[in-house]
């Protein structure tokens, strides 16, 4: 199953502490701690021994604890400790397993198999006119690839989100060009007239984004700005990262990269807060919860040139988890 091999957001960065934090990814139970170089480690939520689950345990001494017997295990995986038998050495074979894990764009990402495929790319992450703040999570009763073809899509702002980044008056999407890339697809020229769409918007406005698909479960939006902006050249992005928990649930973040310096954290989040729960309930209205990626079930149209590139792309990446 190639989705295994593929990096997905599973937590905060600053939720993942010494105490164990449980989380699910592909169907997979995870537990996440910190050892004593507070690096994060990621490991199955199961006690090879007899099956407690080790997200109910503690970290002692650096180590994982479980909770039924308090078999200790090391950064790794590897068993340290059996306190029923305190001159046992536990061989190599007696172990969790765990697996890979790093930190980008304040989350913890986790992949369950070894591949060749990069963390999905945020190019906004690095420009340091950007101010970086995270939303969410979000725990949504859709399908990931649900959620990121919603992401993609222009022509339902001015029902889902009217008065905000549509209007009933203005539905119209003008053409757009979608093209293939060497990690997804890219949208460009997606123009749409917004009442606001952005904190501190005063009026309506035509705004052009492109959309770009880096990974089968992550999207990104970035703002083009206006012809003699103040800001000309910079260019706003958000990064929807969606952790993929069962065929029909997710866990979703936004990363927020804008030139807004003045708002709160707390005003930003509640803007995206806003957008997002209208949004919500569409999505998790939506059947069958799977992305059918046959093209003859369910009608198109040609405003709809993104998300039926983004199905394609999912169909040659041969994707199953989400679709059907």
């Not at 002692?60 to 295990?73: D, S």
């Not at 492109?210 to 800001?231: D, F, H, M, N, Q």
């Not at 930003?268 to 209208?278: A, K």
Request: charged share 20%.
């Amino acid at each position: 199953m190639i989705e295994k091999q593929l990096w997905h957001p599973v937590a905060q960065a600053q939720d993942v502490t010494n105490t164990p934090l449980a989380v699910q990814l592909l169907g997979q139970a995870i537990v996440l701690w910190r050892n004593e170089d507070d690096a994060v480690q990621a490991f199955a939520d199961r006690c090879p021994h007899r099956g407690a689950r080790l997200s109910m345990g503690r970290v002692e001494n650096g180590r994982l604890e479980c909770p039924y017997h308090g078999w200790q295990f090391a950064s790794g995986g590897r068993c340290v400790k059996v306190p029923a038998l305190p001159e046992f050495t536990p061989p190599p074979t007696q172990c969790v397993k765990s697996f890979e894990v790093q930190q980008a764009y304040g989350l913890v990402w986790v992949r369950l198999e070894a591949g060749e495929h990069p963390l999905p790319a945020f190019a906004a992450e690095a420009d340091e006119h950007l101010r970086k703040v995270n939303c969410g999570p979000y725990d949504v009763a859709a399908s990931a690839p649900r959620i990121i073809e919603n992401f993609l899509d222009m022509s339902h702002f001015g029902f889902v989100h009217e008065g905000w980044l549509g209007s009933r008056d203005a539905t119209a999407i003008a053409p757009y060009a979608v093209e293939a890339t060497a990690t997804g697809v890219l949208a460009t020229g997606c123009k749409a007239v917004q009442p606001q769409s952005n904190l501190h918007s005063t009026q309506a406005a035509e705004v052009e984004y492109s959309y770009e698909v880096t990974a089968p479960y992550t999207a990104l939006l970035t703002k083009i700005p206006e012809e003699g902006s103040s800001r000309q050249g910079w260019r706003e992005s958000i990064g929807l990262f969606i952790c993929p928990v069962t065929p029909e649930t997710s866990r979703v973040w936004f990363r927020l990269a804008v030139a807004d310096f003045e708002s709160s954290d707390a005003q930003l989040q509640s803007f995206q807060h806003t957008i997002f729960v209208q949004d919500q309930p569409v999505l998790e209205s939506q059947l069958p919860k799977a992305l059918p990626l046959d093209p003859r079930a369910e009608m198109h149209s040609a405003a709809d040139r993104m998300s039926s590139a983004y199905r394609r792309f999912l169909k040659a990446q041969g994707i199953t988890f989400g679709v059907c």
